[in-house]
Structures are given as structure tokens and as C-alpha cells.
């Protein structure tokens, strides 16, 4: 008995194909379909490219100036601190001098009393002075006086002058004919600035 060839052959073939259409055809056509929703990548076209350059150029310069802005108060800021360092150094020195050169003042006081208590002559010590001994106290003198001239001393002047009480300490009074009324007419201690301070004041006598 013969057997149909031609059923046993369509047997074999899957049962979703339609007429006419080959096996290999649908298996192809199968494996190649892409998948949906996926694109292929495109280039940046070179409008894309120059936008996105001056962008970058432009956060850079903000950054630039930003850390630029921050050196500049850094500079300051330190400038500042150095300032204020060398004004309390200074100001620290002149305290400490301030202190040496008032402790001084009395001294020179003295000196001054002896200076012009041999100047005087009216007792008869001073005839046993020589000149020698007198003419070495003098330049002691005048030597401190321009020692404490140089470190900012400087004497309050007195004599003639109308009566300050931020300057001047009146311990007496006197009558003077020739003298203003509140003039001063006698200096009993010598008053004396370090820079634009009063360091001690003058003990003087006024005229009524």
C-alpha cells in the first residue's frame, strides 16, 4: 500500500503558518525583530556641543571667582591680625616703658633741687663745692634730660602759664603785682608728658 507523501509532509510543518510562507522565512523573521521602545544613539550635533562648553566655561569662572574673592578676606583678615599684633605689641612697650620712666621722675626731681641748689650759692656749703664736682652734676643732667627726651618725656611748661588743673597742682597761693590773677608764679615740681599722657603733674604756686 502506498503512503501519501504529500500528508506526511504536511505533517511536519508547525500549524501557525499560513500558506505559502517558508519555515525559514518565519524563524528569521522571528529572530531578528527588534525590541520595542529601544532607540539607537544619536550624536550631539555641534550646537549641542558649544552649549554645553560655555556652560562648563561659565560655572569655572564663578568658581574662580569665588575662590579668588575668599584669598582676597583671607589677605585682609591677616593684614588685620598683623595690625592689631604690632599695636598691642606697641602699646604693651610703652607700658612697660611708661613704668621705667615714671620711676625716673624723682630722681631727675632731685636732680634738679641739687642742680639748682648749687646754682643758688646761698648757704655756705656750696662754697666748699668745686667746680669740677658742680659742672659733673649738671651734664648727669642734662645727659637723663635727653635720655628721657629721647623715650617721649617731655616737660610741662609752667612758668607764666594760666593754672590747668589736668596739668598743674596748686600747693600755695602768692601776690605778685606784676603776674595775672591764676597765673602761675612759682614751680615747685616740674609736671611731665610720655607722648600725649600725663604722667605726673606739676606742683605749682598760683597768684590771686
Same mark, same amino acid.
Given at each position: 500500500?502506498?503512503?501519501?507523501?504529500?500528508?506526511?509532509?504536511?505533517?511536519?510543518?508547525?500549524?501557525?503558518?499560513?500558506?505559502?510562507? +517558508?519555515?525559514?522565512?518565519?524563524?528569521?523573521?522571528?529572530?531578528?525583530?527588534?525590541?520595542?521602545?529601544?532607540?539607537?544613539?544619536?550624536?550631539?550635533?555641534?550646537?549641542?556641543?558649544?552649549?554645553?562648553?560655555?556652560?562648563?566655561?561659565?560655572?569655572?569662572?564663578?568658581?574662580?571667582?569665588?575662590?579668588?574673592?575668599?584669598?582676597? %578676606?583671607?589677605?585682609?583678615?591677616?593684614?588685620?591680625? %598683623?595690625? %592689631?599684633?604690632?599695636?598691642?605689641? +606697641?602699646?604693651?612697650?610703652?607700658?612697660?616703658?611708661?613704668?621705667?620712666?615714671?620711676? +625716673?621722675?624723682?630722681?631727675?626731681?632731685?636732680?634738679?633741687?641739687?642742680?639748682?641748689?648749687?646754682?643758688?650759692?646761698?648757704?655756705?656749703?656750696?662754697?666748699?663745692?668745686?667746680?669740677?664736682?658742680?659742672?659733673?652734676?649738671?651734664?648727669?643732667? %642734662?645727659?637723663?634730660?635727653?635720655?628721657?627726651?629721647?623715650?617721649?618725656?617731655?616737660?610741662?611748661?609752667? +612758668?607764666?602759664?594760666?593754672?590747668?588743673?589736668?596739668?598743674?597742682?596748686?600747693?600755695?597761693?602768692?601776690?605778685?603785682?606784676?603776674?595775672?590773677?591764676?597765673?602761675?608764679?612759682?614751680?615747685?615740681?616740674?609736671?611731665?608728658?610720655?607722648h600725649d599722657r600725663v604722667v605726673q603733674v606739676a606742683q605749682v604756686v598760683v597768684n590771686q
Open positions: 500500500m502506498a503512503i501519501d507523501e504529500t500528508q506526511s509532509s504536511d505533517a511536519t510543518q508547525p500549524d501557525d503558518l499560513e500558506s505559502g510562507t +517558508l519555515a525559514s522565512d518565519f524563524y528569521a523573521a522571528g529572530s531578528s525583530s527588534p525590541e520595542e521602545g529601544s532607540e539607537s544613539a544619536r550624536p550631539m550635533t555641534p550646537e549641542q556641543e558649544a552649549a554645553m562648553l560655555r556652560a562648563a566655561l561659565a560655572e569655572a569662572n564663578e568658581e574662580i571667582a569665588r575662590q579668588a574673592d575668599a584669598v582676597q %578676606r583671607g589677605h585682609a583678615d591677616l593684614a588685620n591680625a %598683623r595690625r %592689631r599684633h604690632d599695636e598691642e605689641r +606697641l602699646n604693651i612697650q610703652r607700658q612697660a616703658n611708661s613704668r621705667l620712666l615714671v620711676g +625716673l621722675l624723682p630722681i631727675v626731681d632731685e636732680l634738679d633741687l641739687a642742680v639748682n641748689h648749687l646754682e643758688s650759692g646761698s648757704t655756705a656749703s656750696t662754697a666748699d663745692v668745686s667746680d669740677s664736682w658742680a659742672e659733673g652734676v649738671r651734664l648727669i643732667q %642734662r645727659k637723663l634730660a635727653t635720655f628721657l627726651e629721647s623715650q617721649g618725656v617731655a616737660r610741662i611748661d609752667c +612758668l607764666g602759664e594760666p593754672f590747668n588743673p589736668e596739668l598743674h597742682e596748686a600747693v600755695g597761693l602768692a601776690q605778685v603785682g606784676d603776674a595775672a590773677s591764676g597765673s602761675i608764679v612759682e614751680v615747685l615740681r616740674q609736671g611731665y608728658r610720655l
